[in-house]
Nanobody
Framework: QVQLVESGGGLVQPGGSLRLSCAAS????????MGWYRQAPGKQRDVVAQ???????NYADSVKGRFTISRDNVKSTVYLQMNSLKPEDTAVYYC???????????WGQGTQVTVSS
């Protein structure tokens, strides 16, 4: 009924860039906040960046100045532009969306980002 589908992950060299996308579809109604999280092997899932419906953002300290989150409310899509990537950015990246109709959070299936030379 509700789907969040991420795309844009892959293998990139240190210092490179990637742009992740996450499109919400189905009976989604109004979307409050949207965000990106990541989980490296053996570690917990941590927040990377979040954006409210009106565009207010916040970032994890480790990505400030390198990553930019944005959203297109017409397309129900959130983006994560990742620049100056480091090996420690390697993880599975998940998007989520806070859907007002359900008063609940929904998650995508994740997309792998690997930063390696």
């Amino acid at each position: 009924q509700v789907q969040l589908v991420e795309s844009g992950g892959g293998l990139v060299q240190p210092g490179g860039s990637l742009r992740l996308s996450c499109a919400a579809s189905g009976r989604i109604g109004s979307i409050n906040s949207m965000g990106w999280y990541r989980q490296a092997p053996g570690k917990q899932r941590d927040v990377v960046a979040q954006i409210t419906r009106v565009g207010n953002t916040n970032y994890a300290d480790s990505v400030k100045g390198r990553f930019t989150i944005s959203r297109d409310n017409v397309k129900s899509t959130v983006y994560l532009q990742m620049n100056s990537l480091k090996p420690e950015d390697t993880a599975v990246y998940y998007c989520n969306a806070d859907l007002d109709y359900y008063r609940d959070m929904f998650w995508g299936q994740g997309t792998q980002v690997t930063v390696s030379s």
